[in-house]
């Protein structure tokens, strides 16, 4: 258990350290029923998903024309992990025309013990750049559900 409170403090400090030179890459989602639904999403990831925010913020996870295969497979079970209280940590390519795969790290906002949204934060790695550490991510597990 404590390896995994370092590990999130390590990528929290990445985190931080690529949003103060390249701005917050960021995302958040509610339930509604059992569908998840985007409510919010910053300017810089929109650019690097190559869409608009009228595309992505009120419609579902299912179907966003930037989620490929593996990650929509991923999201069925990362999501209502989050959801859960759980805050998980994954990587993904989110489409073949993307040049980059992200870490994303979410966290679920929680008031009076109960999940009211979940917040995503995407650090994005360029293919090329950091092919080999794609590769070592592809041989581990796709993601981790980390306890606090």
Same mark, same amino acid.
């Given at each position: ?7 999130? &403090?390590l =990528? /929290? ?7 103060? &030179? ?9 339930? @509604?029923?059992?569908? =998840? ?5 910053? &300017? +810089? *990831?929109l650019?690097?998903?190559? $869409? ?7 419609? &579902?996870? /299912? ?5 490929? /295969? ?15 209280? @759980?805050?998980? %940590? ?10 980059? =795969?992200?870490?994303?790290?979410? @966290? +679920? ?5 109960? %999940? ?7 650090? +994005? ?7 080999? $550490?794609?590769? *070592? *991510?592809?041989?581990l ?6 306890y606090?």
């Open positions: 258990m404590e390896n995994n409170i370092n590990l999130m &403090s =990528f /929290d400090k990445f985190i931080k350290e690529y949003e103060d &030179s390249n701005g917050e890459m960021r995302f958040a989602f509610i339930r @509604k029923r059992n569908t =998840f639904i985007y409510t919010d999403v910053t &300017s +810089p *990831l650019k690097a998903l190559n $869409t608009t925010r009228d595309e992505f913020v009120g419609k &579902s996870v /299912d179907n966003r024309p930037f989620i490929g /295969d593996d990650l929509a497979v991923k999201l069925e079970e990362i999501y209502p992990a989050a959801w859960g209280g @759980k805050r998980v %940590v994954f990587y993904c390519v989110p489409c073949q025309s993307t040049n980059a =795969f992200f870490v994303t790290t979410l @966290k +679920p906002q929680i008031d009076n013990n109960k %999940v009211v949204e979940v917040m995503g934060t995407c650090v +994005p790695l360029d293919k090329n750049e950091y092919k080999d $550490t794609l590769h *070592l *991510l592809k041989k597990k796709p993601f981790e559900i980390l606090e």
